[in-house]
C-alpha cells in the first residue's frame, strides 16, 4: 500500500512538472512570435558550397585567406584551419584534397595565424623595448630593502 501512494505521488508529481514546462514553452513561443521570431531552420551549406563561396572570395579578393570576421565562410575557413592543425581524419582524407585543388595551401593559411600569435604574445610578455619610460619619477625607482 506505501508503494501505491509513493507511486501515484510521484506521478502527480511529474504530471505538475510538465504542466509546468507546456505552460512556460507555450508563454515563451507566445513572446517569440510577438518579437517576429524566425521558426525557419535555415539549411547549413555543404562543403561544395563552401567552396563556391571560397572560389567567390577568392576571384574578389585575390587571396583565400578569409578573415573570421568574413560572415559565415570566415567561420568555416576558420574551422578548416583548425582541422589541418590537428589533422583531423575525414579533413586530411576527403575535405584538404578539394582545396588543395583550388590552390589553398593551408600551410600558408596558418603560418600567418601562427605570426600574429607570436606578435601579440610578444606585447604581452613584456616586450618594452618600445615603451616611452621618459615620465617615470625618481622616486618611482627606488628600491626597498
Known amino acids: 500500500e ?26 515563451h513561443i507566445k513572446c517569440l512570435n510577438t518579437l517576429d521570431f524566425n521558426w525557419n531552420i535555415t539549411e547549413i551549406p555543404s562543403f561544395e558550397d563552401r567552396l563556391k563561396q571560397l572560389q567567390k572570395f577568392i576571384e574578389e579578393y585575390g587571396h583565400y585567406n578569409v578573415p573570421r570576421s568574413y560572415s559565415d565562410l570566415g ?3 576558420h574551422k578548416m584551419k583548425g582541422n589541418f592543425v590537428f589533422g583531423k581524419k575525414n579533413f586530411m582524407e576527403n575535405q584538404y ?26 606585447r604581452n610578455d613584456g616586450d618594452v623595448s618600445n615603451e616611452d619610460h621618459s615620465e617615470v619619477e625618481e622616486d618611482d625607482c627606488s628600491v626597498d630593502g
Do not use: C, I
Open 75 to 77: 567561420n568555416w575557413f
Open 97 to 122: 584534397p578539394k582545396l588543395l585543388e583550388m590552390g589553398v595551401d593551408m600551410n600558408v593559411a596558418v603560418q600567418g595565424r601562427k605570426r600574429r600569435k607570436r606578435k601579440r604574445k610578444r
Open 2 to 27: 506505501w508503494e501505491d501512494e509513493r507511486v501515484k505521488h510521484l506521478e502527480t508529481k511529474e504530471s505538475r512538472h510538465r504542466r509546468r514546462y507546456l505552460l512556460r514553452t507555450r508563454h
